[in-house]
């Protein structure tokens, strides 16, 4: 990696991708080598996480193809026969987001977790735990199998650090049902929010640094929930309903919603989006416990559109209105890991149809997730990769590495990745400078400039096809900052009126 003389903004190459993706493998190889006792399954569990990508739909045929392989059924039998426990790997994955998810220095917050759950929509009723239920990824009730996530959420990206499938009632009573879609017969039911529970317990015993929680309002009703927070010395933003009953300082047990007549709002960004700051209009209200507070936000858009939040902080943070905010701010990356699990990985194309196999399947998308942020935070220096991991065999994909491909024509800066990040207004009515710099590398850019370089690195990718990609994920990127620029103007000009 280098700096860019004419703008000092720093480059990389894609040698450096393939560098840190090697790096960053090793290291895989070895937590991979915890779980699975054969090198066999090891590397075919690498080549699975490792095809998951922009592109490749994740059923077995799909990532054989993407992985080089002659046939599909290793793949198959990663996730379906294989001797490998998916909650070993699933406990590998706390350490790796602390070492590969740092917080920053600065952060007012630091490094937390934020709650949800989303689903995977299916056809039939042979999925284990497919149900109708309400799913949000299409606003409607349908036929899907839901699983609840922890994110891992810090300064310098998010990803899954835990997650449990629902298994619905229907499915805890059908043991005919259950053994046919291999359900395991000590597998109880449990609702949504003592999954959320027990995943919260399980990171903070992990040694995760975990300074909050947030969630939704699925888990903000539940007591249980909030408590398991407070015991675990967390602070907490959830989301209530509006009808939640609450202690005001006089004592008198009033809604949530009755407390908007006497509430003094003010006008705050909760974080920055990709369109710009969040604004919203944000009312802070105590409560008869002084360390809990209940956080009104008041859309610009639509006033007479309120959430409710109730906060809380351990004695040693700051019960202020920018710190609960603030966290109210990071919940949202939950759904930035959906978009990726879904958008990027394919983690909802999964044909699987046992209870294990799509438990293994998600404990390595969400492996991949982490493998991707450690590539981006390695090149933009964020990360230090451990030098061990460095000089062990990294392997290939099969054909090895490529000769001297004789593409003449391309120059070695044709092949140079800007990294850096453009600009935004400072104000509203700023004009966006000509020749506006690239967006800093996002993980679904990531993902696609790590396959490019294995493509390179096995010699199934020439430097003319691979200068070409390079060229169109400038394009992208640019053309992300110039959009960007155009929505900060946009929020920045509405929010000064």
Not at 358 to 369: D, E, F, P, S, V
Request: hydrophobic share 40%.
């Amino acid at each position: 990696m280098e700096l860019d003389g004419d703008d000092t903004a720093a480059t990389a190459r894609i040698e450096d991708v393939a560098a840190c993706a090697a790096r960053v493998d090793a290291e895989l190889r070895v937590v991979l080598g915890r779980v699975m006792a054969q090198r066999r399954s090891v590397e075919v569990a690498w080549a699975y996480l490792a095809a998951l990508s922009p592109g490749v739909r994740a059923n077995c045929w799909s990532l054989a193809e993407a992985a080089g392989h002659e046939g599909w059924w290793q793949m198959q039998a990663l996730v379906s026969s294989y001797v490998w426990d998916w909650k070993d790997l699933r406990a590998q994955l706390p350490a790796l987001a602390g070492a590969w998810l740092p917080g920053g220095g600065d952060d007012l917050v630091g490094p937390g977790v934020a709650v949800d759950e989303t689903a995977q929509v299916k056809k039939g009723d042979a999925t284990a735990c497919v149900a109708p239920q309400h799913a949000g990824c299409v606003g409607r009730v349908d036929n899907c199998v839901t699983t609840v996530f922890c994110a891992y959420v810090t300064a310098t990206g998010q990803s899954w650090v835990d997650f449990d499938v629902y298994m619905p009632q229907r499915w805890a009573d059908d043991q005919a049902r259950r053994r046919a879609a291999g359900v395991p017969d000590d597998l109880v039911f449990t609702t949504k929010p003592n999954l959320a529970v027990a995943q919260v317990q399980r990171l903070t015993a992990s040694g995760l640094p975990i300074r909050w929680a947030a969630g939704d309002e699925v888990y903000g009703r539940s007591s249980q929930v909030r408590q398991a927070c407070k015991d675990a010395g967390l602070a907490s933003v959830f989301i209530i309903p509006c009808d939640f009953a609450l202690t005001t300082t006089a004592g008198t047990v009033i809604h949530a919603q009755q407390a908007v007549a006497e509430a003094v709002f003010e006008r705050r960004s909760c974080g920055n989006g990709s369109k710009g700051p969040r604004y919203s209009d944000w009312a802070l209200t105590a409560t008869a416990d002084p360390r809990e507070f209940l956080l009104i936000r008041r859309l610009i858009s639509r006033p007479d559109q309120y959430t409710f939040y109730l906060c809380y902080a351990p004695p040693d943070r700051p019960a202020t209105m920018t710190y609960f905010i603030t966290i109210a701010g990071r919940r949202w990356p939950v759904e930035e890991t959906f978009k990726t699990g879904k958008d990027v990985l394919g983690w909802d194309q999964s044909q699987i149809r046992s209870f294990t196999g799509i438990c293994r399947h998600t404990a390595l998308t969400a492996l991949a997730q982490l493998r991707h942020a450690a590539i981006r935070n390695a090149l933009h220096g964020e990360v230090t990769l451990t030098p061990e991991a460095a000089n062990q065999d990294t392997g290939h994909l099969p054909g090895g590495h490529a000769e001297d491909d004789n593409d003449d024509h391309v120059d070695d800066t044709d092949l140079v990745i800007p990294l850096g990040q453009a600009p935004v207004p400072s104000r509203g009515g700023q004009p966006c400078p000509p020749g506006i710099g690239l967006i800093k590398l996002s993980i679904a850019e990531t993902a696609h400039l790590a396959r490019l370089a294995q493509q390179h690195a096995a010699g199934t990718l020439t430097r003319t096809r691979l200068a070409f990609a390079l060229r169109w994920s400038t394009r992208r990127r640019r053309q992300q900052a110039t959009a960007r620029w155009h929505h900060y103007n946009t929020r920045l000009l509405a929010a000064a009126t």
